[in-house]
């Protein structure tokens, strides 16, 4: 081996990993100023992270639970363990204020916790360091760091003044939804690096073993050594950057570019992608579990299932018919696609029309729906506001590609994940410019023009297209009405959340709701975390609220609602997302109706999503990412050839 040469302590890396014997770890008691009663399971996790940072090299790890499991009330008993300070928690938008609310309520106000985010931010380090956690938001903290490297044109002048957060060094820092750096080139990743700090955690509920590709920026920001670091092959130059100044040289030994090596991916990742299943495959395998074991803890629902108590929570699907008018235009559609798809699979090149075939599942599901998503949706050539060009919705957590489209954030990752295979073969192309999809899915959300609202409606909404005086109802809307209804009649009190992928639907729900006398409330990713915070509050106080339209976009980070008892699910996708309503807190058993329309695409979904549950939990380890996938085979299954 090339490198040991210059670096003959590599040699014993592994070995010395493999012989370190992990020690016992001694569950925490029950923290005094902590008020909500710990699980056993979750005593023993912070005993786990206590025990990383007193003895581990690492000086820190990654916390993987499950969704649901309490990462965050984890973390805050560690916060409660040694109560040094500042620290610093990093998390998505949406999840601030839910950070804040746990840390208030269950600490008794034990921890001083202030909010980095917004216009009336902190400006000096020492008022900063005074508070024993500190709040911000992932864009908030690459802004920040952009203005410092970059600087900000303020009056034609170009500024650059120091981020205050990365002056600081704290003494933790703790990403949420650590996912959110998993591009190492991205900005926030670069951001995140640039942070100093005596531990470094980061917590995530998604099984990162099976993303060998995205574990090295968590490897990056722990800067475990060796694992994080670069290495010459002809000095004994080591670096955690990657510093060729003048692009030719290196700026430590003057070496080229071409002689240094990352020692992850020479060790682990190349050897893994080159031959996933070949002895160097599982060389590279086993060296990444012995790296893991020792930074990474991860439990399932299912194993810690007798400490959570988890109420019942019960699925039942119900199965309407599309009546003869719906069926007219399903069937044109669904023959139009079939068709086309038929096409693409005798030219061979449905590899190439991923974009094509993502639109036309789509449509049909929309129409499933109800045939004015369809037949009335927003007339794209003059463009004056801004749609996704993936649902064709109002983008919500808008970002924008390389080609300039614009898209919801969750519809460009759904498409990612559904054309990833892993082989780095198949890139998706936009589908409006056919432009190879090249997007940071990491880039802070787009400042859109405020979403004018008409009432309860957005000036765009599909409400104000339509002459609501002479619209039908569709099979989907109607069974959601007669479900709504029939529980009211049980119990006005009980509550339920329907959740739906389209903006569009949700808008027409809510009118034909309104109208049946419910009164309802609506979250979507258009609205700012305070909003959100009003609408999650007004559903869970108000008595007279008793249905809550969410767009799935939305629901998707640190939504906990504890107040729900019946859940909705208005369209199916295949990858099952229900787990985000099942969490702590929920005291009540739950009952979640699937409403399907039996003779669309809907029902051919649902068997697909079935048929890979199967697969998986037939496979060791709970690879989630197979979910997400649609492979030629699915496709065909999805189109019935
Ligand atoms: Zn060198
Ligand atoms: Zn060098
Ligand atoms: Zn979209
Ligand atoms: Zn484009």
Same mark, same amino acid.
């Given at each position: 081996?090339?490198?040991?040469?210059?670096?003959?302590?590599?040699?014993?890396?592994?070995?010395?990993?493999?012989?370190?014997?992990?020690?016992?770890?001694?569950?925490?008691?029950?923290?005094?100023?902590?008020?909500?009663?710990?699980?056993?399971?979750?005593?023993?996790?912070?005993?786990?992270?206590?025990?990383?940072?007193?003895?581990?090299?690492?000086?820190?790890?990654?916390?993987?639970?499950?969704?649901?499991?309490?990462?965050?009330?984890?973390?805050?008993?560690?916060?409660?363990?040694?109560?040094?300070?500042?620290?610093?928690?990093?998390?998505?938008?949406?999840?601030?204020?839910?950070?804040?609310?746990?840390?208030?309520?269950?600490?008794?106000?034990?921890?001083?916790?202030?909010?980095?985010?917004?216009?009336?931010?902190?400006?000096?380090?020492?008022?900063?360091?005074?508070?024993?956690?500190?709040?911000?938001?992932?864009?908030?903290?690459?802004?920040?760091?952009?203005?410092?490297?970059?600087?900000?044109?303020?009056?034609?002048?170009?500024?650059?003044?120091?981020?205050?957060?990365?002056?600081?060094?704290?003494?933790?820092?703790?990403?949420?939804?650590?996912?959110?750096?998993?591009?190492?080139?991205?900005?926030?990743?670069?951001?995140?690096?640039?942070?100093?700090?005596?531990?470094?955690?980061?917590?995530?509920?998604?099984?990162?073993?099976?993303?060998?590709?995205?574990?090295?920026?968590?490897?990056?920001?722990?800067?475990?050594?060796?694992?994080?670091?670069?290495?010459?092959?002809?000095?004994?130059?080591?670096?955690?950057?990657?510093?060729?100044?003048?692009?030719?040289?290196?700026?430590?030994?003057?070496?080229?570019?071409?002689?240094?090596?990352?020692?992850?991916?020479?060790?682990?990742?190349?050897?893994?992608?080159?031959?996933?299943?070949?002895?160097?495959?599982?060389?590279?395998?086993?060296?990444?579990?012995?790296?893991?074991?020792?930074?990474?803890?991860?439990?399932?629902?299912?194993?810690?299932?007798?400490?959570?108590?988890?109420?019942?929570?019960?699925?039942?699907?119900?199965?309407?018919?599309?009546?003869?008018?719906?069926?007219?235009?399903?069937?044109?559609?669904?023959?139009?696609?079939?068709?086309?798809?038929?096409?693409?699979?005798?030219?061979? %090149?449905?590899?190439?029309?991923? =974009?094509?075939?993502? $639109? /036309?599942?789509?449509?049909? *599901? #929309?129409?499933?729906?109800?045939?004015?998503?369809?037949?009335?949706?927003?007339?794209?050539?003059?463009?004056?506001?801004?749609?996704?060009?993936?649902?064709?919705?109002?983008?919500?957590?808008?970002?924008?590609?390389?080609?300039?489209?614009?898209?919801?954030?969750?519809?460009?990752?759904?498409?990612?994940?559904?054309?990833?295979?892993?082989?780095?073969?198949?890139?998706?192309?936009?589908?409006?410019?056919?432009?190879?999809?090249?997007?940071?899915?990491?880039?802070?959300?787009?400042?859109?023009?405020?979403?004018?609202?008409?009432?309860?409606?957005?000036?765009?909404?599909?409400?104000?297209?339509?002459?609501?005086?002479?619209?039908? %109802?569709?099979?989907?809307?109607? =069974?959601?009405?007669? $479900? /709504?209804?029939?529980?009211? *009649? #049980?119990?006005?009190?009980?509550?339920?959340?329907?959740?739906?992928?389209?903006?569009?639907?949700?808008?027409?729900?809510?009118?034909?709701?309104?109208?049946?006398?419910?009164?309802?409330?609506?979250?979507?990713?258009?609205?700012?975390?305070?909003?959100?915070?009003?609408?999650?509050?007004?559903?869970?106080?108000?008595?007279?609220?008793?249905?809550?339209?969410?767009?799935?976009?939305?629901?998707?980070?640190?939504?906990?609602?504890?107040?729900?008892?019946?859940?909705?699910?208005?369209?199916?996708?295949?990858?099952?997302?229900?787990?985000?309503?099942?969490?702590?807190?929920?005291?009540?058993?739950?009952?979640?109706?699937?409403?399907?329309?039996?003779?669309?695409?809907?029902?051919?979904?649902?068997? /697909?999503?079935?048929?890979?549950?199967?697969?998986?939990?037939?496979?060791?380890?709970?690879?989630?990412?197979?979910?997400?996938?649609?492979?030629?085979?699915?496709?065909?299954?999805?189109?019935?050839?």
């Amino acid at each position: 081996m090339r490198l040991s040469s210059q670096h003959p302590e590599l040699d014993t890396v592994w070995k010395t990993l493999e012989e370190t014997k992990a020690l016992p770890v001694i569950p925490i008691d029950q923290p005094a100023e902590l008020s909500l009663d710990l699980l056993p399971f979750q005593k023993y996790g912070i005993g786990w992270m206590v025990q990383q940072e007193k003895l581990n090299d690492f000086k820190g790890g990654v916390l993987a639970d499950e969704m649901g499991m309490g990462k965050t009330i984890q973390t805050i008993a560690l916060l409660l363990s040694d109560k040094k300070k500042p620290n610093l928690v990093i998390a998505p938008t949406v999840a601030l204020i839910q950070w804040k609310r746990e840390i208030e309520t269950h600490t008794n106000n034990a921890l001083s916790v202030n909010l980095f985010h917004g216009a009336s931010k902190l400006d000096d380090t020492e008022s900063l360091e005074k508070y024993d956690v500190v709040l911000t938001t992932y864009s908030t903290m690459e802004n920040s760091f952009r203005r410092q490297e970059f600087g900000s044109r303020r009056k034609g002048e170009l500024i650059k003044e120091k981020s205050i957060i990365h002056k600081i060094h704290w003494h933790r820092i703790i990403l949420d939804e650590a996912h959110n750096i998993k591009d190492r080139s991205c900005n926030t990743a670069r951001a995140v690096f640039n942070l100093n700090s005596n531990f470094k955690w980061s917590l995530s509920g998604t099984p990162l073993q099976n993303r060998v590709g995205e574990l090295y920026s968590l490897i990056r920001f722990m800067q475990a050594d060796p694992f994080s670091y670069y290495f010459c092959t002809k000095c004994p130059c080591k670096s955690i950057t990657w510093k060729f100044t003048d692009r030719r040289n290196c700026d430590e030994c003057g070496h080229k570019p071409m002689d240094h090596l990352c020692w992850w991916n020479n060790e682990v990742l190349k050897p893994i992608q080159r031959d996933g299943h070949g002895d160097e495959g599982r060389v590279a395998m086993k060296k990444l579990r012995l790296l893991l074991d020792k930074m990474m803890l991860r439990r399932t629902k299912l194993e810690c299932a007798d400490d959570l108590g988890l109420p019942p929570r019960t699925v039942v699907v119900r199965r309407d018919m599309f009546n003869e008018e719906e069926e007219d235009v399903y069937k044109s559609l669904f023959t139009d696609s079939v068709r086309k798809f038929t096409t693409y699979v005798e030219q061979g %090149s449905v590899l190439n029309n991923y =974009a094509n075939i993502f $639109e /036309l599942l789509m449509k049909m *599901r #929309q129409s499933a729906n109800h045939p004015d998503l369809i037949t009335k949706k927003k007339d794209n050539s003059n463009n004056k506001q801004l749609v996704c060009m993936l649902c064709n919705e109002p983008p919500e957590d808008a970002i924008v590609a390389a080609c300039k489209h614009v898209f919801c954030r969750e519809c460009c990752v759904q498409y990612y994940q559904s054309f990833d295979y892993g082989d780095g073969i198949v890139k998706p192309n936009c589908p409006t410019c056919f432009a190879t999809l090249s997007v940071d899915l990491s880039q802070p959300s787009l400042e859109l023009p405020e979403n004018e609202r008409d009432g309860m409606y957005s000036k765009t909404s599909i409400v104000n297209r339509i002459d609501m005086s002479k619209w039908r %109802s569709s099979t989907k809307i109607e =069974a959601l009405v007669e $479900e /709504l209804t029939k529980l009211r *009649r #049980q119990d006005k009190t009980i509550k339920s959340i329907v959740f739906s992928q389209f903006v569009n639907f949700l808008d027409l729900v809510y009118w034909r709701l309104s109208r049946a006398g419910f009164e309802c409330i609506r979250l979507d990713g258009s609205m700012s975390p305070r909003q959100r915070d009003a609408a999650i509050n007004c559903f869970m106080t108000k008595p007279t609220v008793t249905v809550f339209l969410i767009s799935l976009k939305a629901g998707g980070v640190a939504l906990n609602l504890t107040e729900a008892s019946r859940v909705f699910i208005c369209d199916p996708w295949w990858n099952p997302a229900m787990d985000r309503i099942h969490r702590l807190g929920q005291h009540r058993p739950i009952k979640i109706t699937r409403l399907i329309i039996e003779n669309s695409i809907e029902s051919r979904i649902v068997q /697909l999503q079935e048929k890979k549950q199967a697969l998986v939990e037939s496979t060791i380890g709970n690879d989630n990412s197979a979910l997400e996938r649609l492979s030629v085979e699915d496709l065909r299954f999805l189109f019935v050839l």
